[in-house]
Structure formats: C-alpha cells, structure tokens
C-alpha cells in the first residue's frame, strides 16, 4: 500500500540519507543509536498536529523531542516519526503576573534567564540542559523544589495535542483529569505545545556551593548531612554527590581525580540567615574545599552542567529513600567509588519541604513522601552503547534496594519495563491507566515510560 503523502511543514522534515539526519537524531545520551525513519522539526502546533496524522495514516510509531535529554532516549523511536520540538525554545515572561509560558522545545537555562531578568524563578531541575517538557511532565524537582514544590506544582496549564488530533487546554478549570495526569504521568496522554507556569519572588541571589572532604571521611560526613538537614527550613536544599573530583574549572588541579563527597547547600531565602543555617555544615572537617558563596541563582543552575556534557554516554539506576539510617549510609559509601570511569557518579537529592505537604492525590506524582532520591550514574565520555560501569550501577542499586522505599522518580528511569513503571506511579497507577484509556485508547503515545489504557 502506498504511503501517504508528507505534509507541507513550517519547519523541516528530515530523512535518513538527509546532510542533516546524524546531527538531528543525536540525543543528550551517547548511549543511545536510534534511527528514526522521519524527524520533524516542528515549527508550530500545527506542523506537529499535521505530522501526528500523517504518523497515524501511514501507521508509523510516534515519539516526542523537547530537550532530548531523557536518560532511556524516548524522544526517538526506531523508523518511526519523531515529532521535534528543538526549534522551539521560546519562553515569555509578564512579572506582573508573575506567569512564565513556554514553548516545548525550551531548557531550563531558557526559562531561568527569562524569570531572573525580573528576579523571578520556577522550580526547575539542576542542569540547565535539560529540557523544560520531559522535566516537567515527570513532576520535576531541583534547588527550589523544597521551598516550592515540584516543576509540575508550578504549572497552571498545559496547551495539549491529543491522539485524535484535538488541541485543548488542560488546567484546573478546563479537562481536570487530563491536568492532573500531565503533572507527574510523563508524556502519556497528549503532545504539550506550550506550558504556563506560576513563578516566585526569588531575588538573583543565592548561598550556595560544592563543600569537598575526602571520601575517607563520607561515612562522618553524610552523618552530619543527615543531622543538618532533619529539621531543615524549606528555604535549604542539600544535595550530596559522591564520585571523584571533576576537572572543572572551580575544581583545583591536587583535587582533581581525588574520590571525594560533595556536600552541596543551596539557600534561597534571607541571605544573613543562611549563613547561620549553613554554618553546621561548613565547621565539619576541615574540607578539602569550601566554595559556599553568595552567588547568581542562575550560576548556581549551571554548577552540573560541564559535568554532564551531551554525546557522553550514560546508565542510570535509581530509589526513592526514607531518612537515611546509619545501614543506608555504610552501602553508600561501600559502593560509590567502585565505579571504572571517571565520570561516574552518585547523587543524593534532598526532598521533603513542600513537595510533601501537597496531598498524594491532587497529582500523578507518586514520590511525595520520600526523604531522598539517590540517582546512580554511570557515565562515559566516550560515549557508546556499553562501558563496565553499567555493572557497577545495577550491583549497587540492588545493595540499595533493602534501604529504600520500592518506589522511584519517573524521569530516572531507563528502560527497566512495567514493574519498574508502576512502582514509580504506585497507587496512582490505575487512575492514569483510566485517564489514558480515555485521552489515547490507542497507546499512540507509547514512546515513553508507558502506561497501558485501562
């Protein structure tokens, strides 16, 4: 049977054999080789809606690109139509209303210059490379996220695309149950072709900073982590990252290559005030390194972002964590520094605050009780589908597993199938399942963590 015929785009439609196919199909994550048969470069909703119905007559899979930077590579689908939103980066600021609306193609160091230019942020991840879309739709958490709660807290509405080719709006007045599942349910239910976000009075000013001591002492440090942060204010988020010191620039050359654990606060409320409330952490020691300052919000974002470099390639396993116990904390540092690479590392997000005084039921969002997140990457600057520390990352998850909550954050996973997918949703499973069934009984988006209609 013969294809339908291509419609006419804004944009630019991309085919293998095209000069432009490699670089169009290269994602964040080197690891990943997918050939699309068909990249649309979307220029506008209406390129998108015309390229959707032009997927579904010919009877090719779907799959959406916003910031490409998804660790499992969803935003590309083997010969079939992907649906990119690169081109698409915009985001509109009004700081009267204190409103941020963004396109789907934007990254969060798009929307942090916008908002701060008034002083102004959203939670947001913790790589300014990372796409606003995927982020979002997962439930998204960072720096603010104690303070404010998660990126998808802060939506107010999303413009969506749905299988049947409808745009709508979904919100809490308009399509309810639509929005409910869009703040937490990932990219199941519809193409979101623009977000509206709530923003808050932040100032460009933060204290913050990477504290070094040297991985002898990790077993004390992150004792002393988990005494500071227990009675935290929301103002303070403490991150912890285990691996060896990174050649960065902020990063002395003796240091460089060292096994190390990085204690990193971000205080963003009265600036006096965190200097007392940050002071526990930066008498421990002494450090190999203090670099705790008052520095812009926006070079606080992008403190990862060398670190994590596009063509690399990467592996990630993942938990939710209860408080730390003192079991928890010994398998974390047995493991940590048993990866090969030097690029490998450990991250241990610090949750609570207002992400858990939000009830469970009013998003998709499954996490809200977990004290931590620890996310395990193997990483690889060669990039390429395998490296030995793809081994290392699943030995110490399961070493993990006994001191963990049996759920995990949508947006860490790889492709680790259903089980793995439920237990990031858990009791909100079934209510996405029905939410699906009605918005996409087709599974027509499939290209992502996937929830199958009811």
């Given amino acids: ?31 990943i080789a997918t050939r699309p048969a068909l990249i649309a470069q979307c220029a506008d909703a209406e390129d998108a809606a015309a390229v959707l119905a032009y997927a579904r007559r010919a009877g090719l899979s779907v799959s959406i690109r916003g910031g490409g930077h998804n660790v499992a590579g969803t935003a590309l689908v083997e010969d079939g139509v992907v649906i990119d939103f690169s081109r698409q980066r915009g985001a509109a600021v009004d700081p009267d209303r204190r409103r941020a609306w963004v396109e789907p193609g934007a990254l969060w160091g798009d929307v942090d210059a916008a908002a701060q230019a008034h002083g102004l942020a959203t939670p947001a ?26 990126t998808s807290d802060n939506l107010i509405s999303a413009r969506l695309l749905l299988a049947d080719g409808r745009q709508v709006v979904a919100s809490a007045d308009d399509h309810p149950d639509l929005f409910w599942a869009v703040r937490g349910g990932g990219g199941n239910f519809g193409i979101v072709t623009q977000f509206e976000f709530a923003l808050h009075e932040l100032g460009r000013t933060v204290l913050a900073g990477p504290i070094l001591h040297a991985a002898e002492r990790a077993e004390e440090a992150l004792r002393v982590y988990r005494d500071v942060i227990a009675d935290a204010p929301d103002e303070l988020a403490v991150f912890v990252v285990l691996r060896r010191a990174p050649a ?22 009265d600036l006096d005030q965190g200097e007392r409330l940050v002071a526990p952490l930066r008498r421990f020691g002494p450090p190999l390194l203090d670099l705790v300052q008052r520095t812009p919000y926006t070079l606080h974002q992008r403190l990862f972002d060398a670190g994590v470099r596009h063509g690399w390639g990467y592996y990630w396993k993942s938990h939710f964590l209860p408080p730390l116990s003192d079991a928890a904390i010994a398998v974390l540092v ?20 207002a ?17 931590h997140a620890v996310n395990i990457n193997a990483a690889w600057p060669e990039g390429g589908p395998a490296h030995a520390d793809i081994a290392w990352a699943r030995a110490f998850f399961q070493a993990m597993e006994p001191h963990a909550t049996g759920g995990v954050y949508v947006n860490f996973l790889g492709r680790e199938g259903e089980t793995r997918v439920r237990a990031a949703y858990g009791p909100q499973y079934e209510r996405l399942a029905a939410v699906k069934a009605r918005y996409d009984p087709a599974n027509v988006f499939q290209a992502n963590q996937n929830i199958r209609p009811q």
Avoid at 5 to 23: F, H, K, N
Avoid at 25 to 31: C, E, P, V
Avoid at 133 to 147: D, E, I, P
């Fill in 125 to 150: 991840g913790i790589v300014s490379h990372t796409g606003v879309a995927g982020l979002t739709l997962g439930g998204g958490f960072g720096w603010l996220s104690r303070r404010w709660g998660l």
């Fill in 1 to 31: 049977m013969a294809m339908p015929a291509m419609p006419q785009l804004t944009g630019s439609a991309i085919r293998p054999g095209d000069p432009d196919y490699e670089a169009a199909r290269k994602l964040w994550n080197g690891a």
């Fill in 355 to 371: 992400i858990a005084r939000i009830p469970p039921a009013d998003s998709a969002y499954a996490g809200r009780a977990a004290a």
């Fill in 334 to 353: 047995e493991q940590a520094w048993r990866a090969s690479s030097p690029a490998s590392y450990t991250l241990l997000f610090h949750l609570g605050g």
């Fill in 248 to 269: 960065l620039d902020w990063v002395p050359a003796q240091l460089r290559g060292v096994p190390v654990v990085m204690l990193i606060p971000c205080w963003s409320g």
